[in-house]
């Protein structure tokens, strides 16, 4: 890369982009420019090699040909995705300033940083895989780990006592972004995992970690999560949330809260036996002849990616247990009728996720209106179960017939993409339902509901 300290000698467009670039350093900087965007220097000869794209110079800047490489627009999440799978963190550039009035180069800025362990994209994601941040945090006194799944507001942490235990957890987990502190002296346990960050030392500073929790879980300690004396836990965890913190650029309204998980709580494997039972991957790494595929036959991704979380942290807990097996025996009469109803449901959670980092899109709105259609079918199915277990669950699952009402009244039947293809919102008669006055709280309070009685009912923590 060209150095930032002689931007005189460039082009006013091209000292923009170095700006812009060194606030960056370490990720792709698409830069856009007209309906492409575009990679220069260092950037572009990496991008050209992992998207297999052309690589050009264009003109010249500090007496220097500059090579360049782009994608259009339109075909970015195509290039995004491929470039999430390899690891790799894109920094999207977009113009704000208005073309017709501004003087040199139009105003830009950094709206979105995508990286593999923070996309709620469904175009991004595996729908029925667990998309995980994680962090890793290591001195005399043992490991911290924490993780989060952004697209649901999942956050946990453990403190696993060993290196053996570690390397358990991270097959467990798996990872699809790592940070860990520069001084992380276990290299081996990580070097070969994709998406590696190095993370200064000072973002694992307990002190700072323990302020950044309580500032978003709006408490004055962390005693009644069960974390305060967590203290390599809670480094790990510091140092995750001021990366999501960071790369989100919005407030998180969807995570609530944090879970220790310890290792009294579910069944022990570690590393070699996890990988030799196959459950979610083939010894030949594929997910095919696995015990998870041939135990789901889940209706929605969100069970899906609940079952392989089950499957590899099967609990201990005979209460979680006896509850499971009873609401088992208790919907076996009613599986025909139910599940046609919960496929209809969707992937709310991950819905949910996107309303409250403020990523949604038309057609998740129209989705989340046709899931909430479906819950006064489930809950007439459920009334007559006379399991207790049951009839918990069922007593925490509402109905929110506003906010259904507001969707179909607000948005059209069969919605764009994008808003930016217009017709989304439909004719309406009143203008208080153009308001939005229920929107600032409504992703937190539905999403609330719905993980309360997931977590607490069905032992969902897992």
């Not at 709006?218 to 203290?231: C, K, P, S």
Request: hydrophobic share 40%; net charge neutral; charged share 25%.
């Amino acid at each position: 890369m060209t150095s930032t300290d002689k931007l005189d000698s460039h082009t006013p467009m091209m000292q923009q982009y170095l700006r812009l670039k060194a606030q960056h350093p370490e990720i792709l900087l698409f830069y856009r420019m007209g309906d492409f965007y575009e990679l220069f220097y260092d950037d572009a000869k990496r991008a050209s090699q992992l998207l297999d794209i052309s690589l050009t110079k264009r003109g010249a800047s500090a007496g220097e040909p500059i090579p360049m490489a782009g994608v259009p627009h339109h075909a970015i999440e195509n290039y995004l995705a491929k470039l999430v799978q390899l690891g790799e963190s894109v920094a999207i550039c977009e113009q704000i300033g208005d073309p017709a009035t501004s003087k040199g180069p139009v105003e830009r800025k950094v709206v979105r940083i995508v990286t593999p362990g923070t996309i709620t994209d469904e175009a991004l994601l595996q729908e029925r895989q667990d998309n995980l941040l994680a962090a890793i945090w290591q001195d005399a006194r043992g490991f911290g780990y924490a993780t989060l799944d952004i697209s649901s507001g999942r956050f946990r942490v453990a403190e696993p006592e060993d290196i053996e235990t570690m390397a358990a957890e991270l097959q467990r987990t798996n990872p699809a972004e790592l940070l860990y502190p520069e001084t992380f002296e276990h290299m081996a346990l990580i070097e070969k995992r994709h998406g590696l960050r190095r993370r200064p030392l000072w973002e694992f500073e307990p002190e700072t970690a323990r302020q950044q929790l309580n500032l978003q879980f709006g408490t004055r300690d962390l005693t009644g999560f069960g974390v305060e004396q967590a203290h390599q836990a809670l480094r790990a965890a510091g140092c995750l949330l001021q990366y999501v913190k960071d790369t989100q650029r919005t407030a998180l309204p969807h995570i609530r809260g944090i879970t220790m998980e310890r290792q009294q709580d579910g069944i022990i494997m570690d590393a070699a036996t996890r990988r030799n039972l196959e459950l979610t991957q083939s010894l030949s790494g594929g997910s095919e002849n696995t015990l998870a595929a041939i135990l789901d036959c889940t209706a929605t991704a969100m069970g899906s990616r609940m079952l392989k979380r089950w499957l590899h942290m099967p609990t201990r807990d005979i209460k979680v247990l006896n509850n499971r097996q009873q609401a088992i025996g208790a919907l076996q009469d009613l599986y025909a009728d139910l599940q046609p109803s919960l496929r209809q449901v969707g992937d709310l959670e991950r819905i949910l996720a996107r309303l409250a980092l403020r990523t949604a899109r038309p057609r998740d709105l129209a989705r989340m209106r046709h899931a909430f259609q479906q819950l006064p079918d489930i809950h007439a199915l459920l009334q007559g179960v006379e399991t207790p277990h049951v009839q918990h669950l069922l007593s925490q699952v509402g109905q929110f017939n506003e906010l259904q009402d507001l969707l179909e009244r607000a948005v059209v039947e069969a919605p764009p993409v994008l808003v930016r293809d217009g017709g989304v919102i439909a004719p309406v008669t009143t203008a208080s339902w153009m308001s939005g006055a229920h929107w600032p709280t409504a992703p937190a309070t539905i999403s609330t509901g719905w993980r309360s009685a997931n977590a607490k009912s069905w032992g969902w923590t897992r």
